[in-house]
């Protein structure tokens, strides 16, 4: 018969409660998780079908207001690696005065 020296039953008994409470926290995670993608996806939907009937309600003269909705005029806010400073100056100058015909 082997006797188990007391630190070691106390580490083994440490090392199961770290793993049911390492457990309970990963399927917490993965709750939240859920919960976040079901929220996102909530909200990606409306979103979606807010664009989808804003395109179906086309009418002649509103169409750099669909442009202008579109486009983020704000500089600071982008927070794309790409300068698009001078397309933003091109589409504002359109807006303000369109080509005429």
């Given amino acids: 018969m082997e006797v188990v020296p007391p630190h070691d039953a106390n580490s083994r008994k440490q090392e199961a409660e770290w793993k049911e409470k390492a457990i309970k926290e990963l399927e ?10 079901e929220k996102t996806k909530a909200s990606n939907r409306a979103a979606e079908e807010a664009f989808v009937n804003d395109a179906e309600e086309v009418f ?5 207001e669909r442009v202008a ?5 704000n500089p600071k806010s982008s927070k794309q690696a790409k300068d698009v400073s001078r ?4 589409l504002i ?3 303000q005065a369109p080509l005429v015909r």
């Fill in 28 to 37: 917490e995670w993965y709750a939240r998780q859920d919960e976040k993608l």
């Fill in 60 to 64: 002649p003269g509103t169409e750099w």
């Fill in 69 to 73: 909705q579109l486009c983020d005029f």
């Fill in 87 to 90: 397309m933003r100056s091109v």
């Fill in 93 to 95: 100058s359109l807006k």
